[in-house]
Structure formats: C-alpha cells, structure tokens
Nanobody, 121 residues
Framework: EVRLVESGGGSVQPGESLRLSCAAS????????MKWVRQAPGKGLEWVSS????????YYADSVKGRFTISRDNPRNTLYLRMDNLKTEDTGVYYC??????????????RGQGTQVTVSS
C-alpha cells in the first residue's frame, strides 16, 4: 500500500524558514521521481518543485526559485523541502506526490494528508 506522510509545517513570520518532510512507503521510492505541490486557501493546486529519482535533477516554480530547495534521502525513503525567506503568499497546504513535470496533479494513490504552512506577521 502506497503511503505518504507529510510533516514539518507550521506558523511562521515572513522571512523565516521551515523544512518539510515526506515519509514514503509501499513503493520503490528510489526509482520514483517526486514533487511538491501546494494549495493556497480558496485556490487550486500549484506545482512547487520536482526532483528526479536519483536526486540529481531538481526543478522549481519561478515563485520559489532561489528560496526553496528540494532534496531526498533514498535510503530513508524521505523527500524534503527546505523553505527559506518565506512569504505570506507561500501559505497553504503542501503535498508530496510522484512525478517530475510541472503539472499540479496529485497522482492517486500517491496522496498524503498534507502539511499546513502559514506565513503571517
């Protein structure tokens, strides 16, 4: 059974940092490209970042480029998103899912419960 568990969200002020984690199980994580997508209040899903199965290739939405860093630890079956210099517009629920492209689609059954990130002063 595929399972993704996101964690690490919280409430922070603008300019602060967070690191999100996504613990994966039930599939061959090391052979699966992964991505983060987010959903702001009242809006649709937005692609944030993707990383190849090896971790060697990473891609970012323009809105987060230079502030966010995606990474993965294949032996630990864990995906990360380091978020620095957070802005109020980064507020939303963050999900990890499979895939490398910039589509903001969550591919079932690769869906977790998400983790809430709130950035406000």
């Amino acid at each position: 059974e595929v399972r993704l568990v996101e964690s690490g969200g919280g409430s922070v002020q603008p300019g602060e940092s967070l690191r999100l984690s996504c613990a994966a199980s039930g599939f061959t994580f090391s052979a699966t490209d992964m991505k983060w997508v987010r959903q702001a209040p009242g809006k649709g899903l937005e692609w944030v970042s993707s990383v190849s199965d090896s971790g060697r290739s990473a891609y970012y939405a323009d809105s987060v480029k230079g502030r966010f860093t995606i990474s993965r630890d294949n032996p630990r079956n864990t995906l990360y998103l380091r978020m620095d210099n957070l802005k109020t517009e980064d507020t939303g629920v963050y999900y990890c899912t499979r895939g490398l492209g910039s589509s903001a689609v969550i591919h079932e059954p690769y869906r977790g419960q998400g983790t809430q990130v709130t950035v406000s002063s």
